[in-house]
């Protein structure tokens, strides 16, 4: 059962919410959490196994390696693709905080690249190719809110300045490139379970996919303190891994359970929060203070687009969040500083000056997150789109 913890109110649009859909869920999520509990192993057993097996089948991946969240998928991932201190990878200025950090705690340097403006809020090619210096060994763009960045401009600068491609697909599931899922385009990808995601689990957890048998050989070591199989010798017979220890990222079988349960309504739920989006388009789009709707840039390939992230940019942003938040919508600033700036790098040689990078910058300043998923009505929808009207009515 959900039940509700408080008396508080509901507020009559929460940023997000699954509860209904868990009505729905639970009696599956039940059977497969009793599959767990049956066999008492709760960690690294065989419904995560059995987890692995169906996004490798649902991506396509040759292999999916479950890891405890998202952000440990990227790290895992660039060590076991042979990233070390004294490498630079390049990462775009506008994410989630994990694209760079997860460099940094590989022991590499991130170092920025601008995104473009073109709406796709994707790395840019050429800011890349700027960014390229000897030390570099990778470049890792992040596929944001409900498109994939143009992965061909940058598989060309990564082929013409030997990179290597690792893509950080946390956000990116049901996306594809010419029928390839996000993740696989590069050497390898990551997905994140964290709940609000399109796929989320009811805690943390992630995913590393490739196609490479090797570097899924190594993931696999590295999540589990380095131990090859039950033996107790900790990474034997991996030569890139000596002198590496591994961690401890496994993933919870309560977490799996929750995830296969899940997965059945993936599909229709991509499906709803792409109606949900179109609904939200025709709706705001040419509203008073509202600069942009989500674009879908087109491609030289096929692309398909899954809504994680409605994702508008809008006049005064600050003042509309302050407005929405007073009659209980909620929304999300998806990102409000960019990383180049972030105090953790901004006093390092890794930071760079603010007005360096203007389009990372320019869409912190402006890019606002509505309510998206599965459970939200077009009733909420409504509600959503008229404060946003009577707020900048109200300032002409
Ligand atoms: C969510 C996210 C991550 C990190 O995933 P966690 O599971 O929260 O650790 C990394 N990169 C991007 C772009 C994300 O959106």
Not at 201 to 229: F, S
Not at 277 to 282: E, F, K, L, N, T
Request: proline share 5%.
């Amino acid at each position: 059962m959900v039940s509700t913890l408080t008396d508080a109110p509901a507020a009559p649009v929460p940023f997000f919410t699954q509860a209904e859909s868990f009505k729905e869920l639970w009696p599956l999520i039940t059977r497969h959490t009793d599959d767990v509990f049956d066999r008492g192993k709760f960690s690294h057993g065989r419904k995560v196994a059995e987890l692995e097996r169906a996004i490798a089948e649902y991506t396509g991946a040759g292999r999916a390696i479950a890891v405890n969240s998202g952000t440990d998928a990227l790290v895992i991932l660039l060590r076991a693709a042979g990233i070390k201190p004294g490498d630079e990878v390049i990462v775009p200025a506008f994410s989630f905080f994990a694209s760079a950090s997860a460099v940094s705690l590989a022991g590499a340097t991130p170092v920025f690249a601008d995104i473009t403006n073109d709406g796709d809020y994707g790395l840019d090619a050429v800011s890349v190719e700027e960014a390229v210096t000897e030390r570099t060994k990778a470049v890792m763009p992040a596929h944001l809110f409900h498109q994939l960045v143009d992965l061909t401009a940058l598989s060309d600068v990564a082929r013409r300045h030997d990179l290597m491609l690792l893509e950080d697909s946390a956000e990116a599931i049901g996306m594809r490139w010419g029928g390839t899922h996000a993740g696989l385009v590069g050497r390898g990808g990551v997905l994140s379970f964290f709940p609000t995601k399109t796929l989320g689990a009811l805690g943390d957890a992630g995913m590393i996919l490739t196609d490479d048998e090797d570097l899924a050989e190594q993931a696999a070591v590295l999540r589990h303190h380095g131990r090859m199989g039950k033996t107790i010798d900790h990474i034997a017979g991996i030569s890139n891994l000596s002198g590496v220890s591994g961690t401890n990222s496994k993933m919870d079988d309560v977490q799996a359970a929750i995830l296969m349960a899940k997965m059945t309504r993936l599909d229709r739920d991509i499906a709803r929060r792409a109606e949900l989006a179109d609904a939200y388009s025709q709706r705001l789009r040419g509203t008073d203070g509202v600069l942009a709707v989500p674009r879908i840039v087109p491609r030289t390939i096929e692309t398909e687009p899954v809504f994680y992230v409605y994702q508008i940019e809008v006049e005064a942003r600050d003042e509309l969040v302050a407005h929405l938040t007073a009659r209980g919508i909620g929304t999300e600033v998806y990102y409000p500083r960019p990383l180049h700036t972030q105090p953790c790098f901004a006093g390092t040689d890794i930071g760079l000056r603010p007005g360096s990078l203007p389009n990372a910058e320019a869409a912190c300043e402006r890019t606002l997150a509505l309510p998206l998923y599965p459970d939200l009505t077009e009733a909420q929808l409504e509600t959503v789109c008229a404060a946003i009207s009577d707020f900048y009515a109200g300032r002409r």
